[in-house]
Every structure is written in C-alpha cells, then in structure tokens.
C-alpha cells in the first residue's frame, strides 16, 4: 500500500517535466517567432533596411551596412533554429543578446527626439522591445549547457 503515494508522486514529477518541457518549447518558439519574418523583410525590402542602417544612431557607410545586414540576416535566419532545436543554444543566445543590444543602441535612438513625440514614441517601444528580447534571451543562455564549437566540425557522433 505504501508504494502506491510513491508512484503518485514519480507520475505527478513525470507529469510536470513533460508539461514543463512543452511550455518551454513553447517559450522559446514566441522568444524566436519574429527573426525569420525580420530576416525576409531585410531580404524583400532591402533598401528600407539600407535606409535604417544609414540613418541610425552612427550613420554606416553602405559597405559597412550592407555587411552588417547580411550578417544579421543569417543571425534571424539560422539563430532561431538553433535555439528552437538546442543546436549550440547558448552560444545563439548571446549572440542574440549582442544583437537585440546593439539594434536597440544603434537603430532606436530614442533620447535624441523631444519626450513623447511621434519620433520619440517610434524609437523608444522598440528600443523596450529589444531588451524584452535581452532577457528572454539571457533566460535561454543561462539555462542552456556551453558547447564545445569543436564538436560542431567533428566527424566523430555524439
């Protein structure tokens, strides 16, 4: 008869990290939901993305900004797979961190437009948004396992 509370409580435990694990696929899927859609945005509407990066905080020469959109894109595109599927999550993360960060810095410049003025409602939001997506993301970092990138280039299985 004892054991009976003790099969209760491993099915309730069992239970819980199943329901556990569901929500936290579910977390990260709404955390990474938007990359993809921000990357074709950049791809089909690249000269709206040519104009942001040239008129943001420190204004980039088009080489620069061409390189940077590219290597954001990638980022948008292969970052929320990772995330999505564990595939080097930490390190997605704070690259992650280090974009959302820099985009709010350098594209959301808010405290250059007069207090809650049109300009300064358009850039302040996202600029929130953007360190909303910081922690998110250090939530992710912090519960995700550092990984070797030497495992990434071996021939050998996991």
């Not at 003790?6 to 199943?18: D, I, Y």
């Not at 008129?55 to 061409?66: K, S, Y």
């Not at 292969?78 to 080097?88: D, K, M, N, Q």
């Not at 250059?112 to 600029?127: I, K, S, Y």
Request: hydrophobic share 50%.
């Amino acid at each position: 008869m004892r054991s009976q509370p003790q099969n209760l409580v491993l099915a309730t435990e069992q239970t819980t990290t199943e329901k556990d694990r569901y929500l936290a696929v579910i977390a990260r899927l709404c955390l990474v939901l938007l990359f993809p859609f921000s990357c074709l945005s950049k791809i089909f509407d690249y000269q709206s993305a040519m104009a942001q990066a040239a008129h943001g905080w420190i204004p980039l020469p088009p080489a620069t900004a061409t390189l940077l959109l590219v290597l954001g894109g990638i980022l948008e595109a292969v970052g929320p797979l990772c995330i999505l599927f564990g595939f080097y999550r930490r390190q997605a993360a704070l690259l992650f961190i280090f974009y959302v960060i820099a985009t709010a810095v350098l594209f959301h410049n808010f405290w250059d437009f007069p207090f809650n003025g049109e300009m300064w409602n358009n850039n302040f939001w996202p600029f929130l948004k953007n360190l909303g997506l910081a922690g998110g993301f250090l939530y992710i970092a912090a519960d995700a396992k550092m990984e070797s990138l030497r495992g990434a280039f071996s021939l050998s299985p996991r």
